[in-house]
């Protein structure tokens, strides 16, 4: 999913008809933690992303839900609050977090489909007690013999 065709200017297409104006969203750069030697100490190669869910316009009520709830933890107040230090280049960790976002917003526009409660069949019912008499019986031969 591109995020660069954008639907307006100061807008950022997120999935079809979702986009999220580029004023709402926070980004932030900081020191990226774990080994890297002297770079990792004057690099800010992390970056957070901030953005109210409120702010992304063209999700339905059951979706902005279905967002929040994959959002989980991720999900601060009102805000969604990502991080990403994979790559030593803010550039691609600032790209890296926008296909996040977009594989989010996907996740919680696919309506999922409802569980239907099945009955067991005649024949499963049929062929579980038989196997139960035939173990039963195969039991009872071993006691017999021995």
Excluded: F, Y
């Amino acid at each position: 999913m591109t995020t660069t065709d954008a639907t307006e200017p100061g807008q950022i297409r997120l999935a079809p008809g979702v986009t999220v104006a580029t004023a709402a969203m926070t980004w932030t750069q900081v020191r990226s933690g774990g080994p890297g030697g002297q770079n990792v100490n004057k690099t800010a190669s992390k970056v957070e992303m901030r953005v109210a869910v409120s702010a992304i316009t063209g999700l339905s009520p059951t979706a902005r839900t279905r967002l929040a709830m994959l959002a989980g933890s991720r999900l601060v107040g009102e805000d969604l609050l990502m991080t990403c230090d994979e790559t030593r280049s803010a550039r691609n960790n600032r790209a890296l977090l926008l296909e996040r976002l977009c594989d989010l917003v996907i996740d919680a526009k696919a309506v999922p489909k409802p569980r239907r409660k099945t009955k067991i069949s005649r024949g499963a019912i049929r062929r579980r007690l038989d196997d139960k008499a035939h173990r039963g019986e195969v039991k009872k031969n071993r006691k017999d013999e021995g």
